[in-house]
């Protein structure tokens, strides 16, 4: 691997690095992730998967690959849009993470594969599935632009690509915005998870992240067409989508 500088959050780390440090940020907070995902977001995020399952124009029958997957929220709202004769994937690069949504699927009594890959090379062949999804994951990876090109690769001719991600807010709310990041998140990490640097990284991880029109460029640049996107809650999360044609 090349050993250019990359952010971690705010820090500038070699790439080798961050993979390293961004695992060690989620083997600490995995079992507590869904209910700091609660907490941190009011219950949102759940709308906000919601929304993007209703969004991606997956049906009975079609193959869903989630990057990323940690938990496995999308990979169960997913199994019920394909039924018994789709397949979802769940991947994700932690193992701590990976467990909890591989438990997680058990019970809730559905059988989705589970498989640790890192999403800058994907172990499944070109052409393979009708959506890929990767949600609050993107930002994490150290070549965001690699990432997206394997998405657009393992897709089929048709299939639809949707990044949930956290995204640039409107300009009027940022001060609350970053008081509320840089402030409560980090005190509610250690409240709840015994872990405030954690989440003092996912806050900057999201300033770090590319915007709405930025990320739409990537999409764009990484063979995806038609890229566009809705924001969600003032852009606090946008929804990207983009399709290989």
């Known amino acids: 691997m090349s050993d250019h500088d990359t952010h971690f959050g ?45 969004t991606s124009g997956v049906k009975s029958g079609d193959s869903v690959l989630d990057i990323a997957g940690g938990s496995g929220d999308l990979s169960r709202l997913f199994s019920k849009k394909v039924g018994p004769n789709g397949q979802v994937i769940l991947t994700d690069i932690n193992a701590s993470m990976l467990d909890v949504g591989r438990d997680n699927m058990i019970d809730a ?81 250690k409240l709840i998870a015994n872990d405030a640097e954690s989440y003092e990284y996912l806050a ?3 300033r770090m992240h590319p915007d709405q029109e930025k990320l739409k460029q990537m999409m764009s640049e990484a063979g995806l067409s038609k890229v566009d996107y809705y924001n969600l809650n003032a852009g606090i999360v946008a929804l990207h989508k983009g399709y290989k044609l």
């Not at 869904?34 to 399952?53: C, E, P, Q, Y």
């Not at 009594?109 to 172990?123: D, I, M, T």
């Not at 940022?174 to 509610?188: G, Q, R, T």
Request: glycine share 6%; charged share 25%; hydrophobic share 45%.
């Open 10 to 54: 705010f820090k500038t780390v070699k790439e080798h690095e961050k993979q390293k440090k961004v695992g060690e940020v989620f083997h600490s907070v995995a079992s507590k992730y869904d209910i700091m995902n609660d907490v941190m977001s009011a219950g949102m995020h759940r709308l906000w998967k919601r929304f993007t399952v209703n």
């Open 109 to 189: 009594g559905l059988h989705v594969p589970a498989a640790q890959c890192n999403a800058e090379s994907l172990p499944f062949k070109d052409n393979s599935f009708d959506c890929v999804i990767v949600a609050f994951g993107l930002r994490n990876m150290t070549r965001k632009d690699i990432a997206l090109k394997e998405m657009h690769r393992v897709l089929k001719v048709g299939g639809r690509l949707l990044v949930l991600e956290f995204s640039k807010v409107w300009s009027p709310l940022s001060k609350a915005y970053d008081a509320y990041s840089f402030k409560l998140l980090p005190f509610m990490g």
């Open 204 to 206: 900057e991880s999201i």
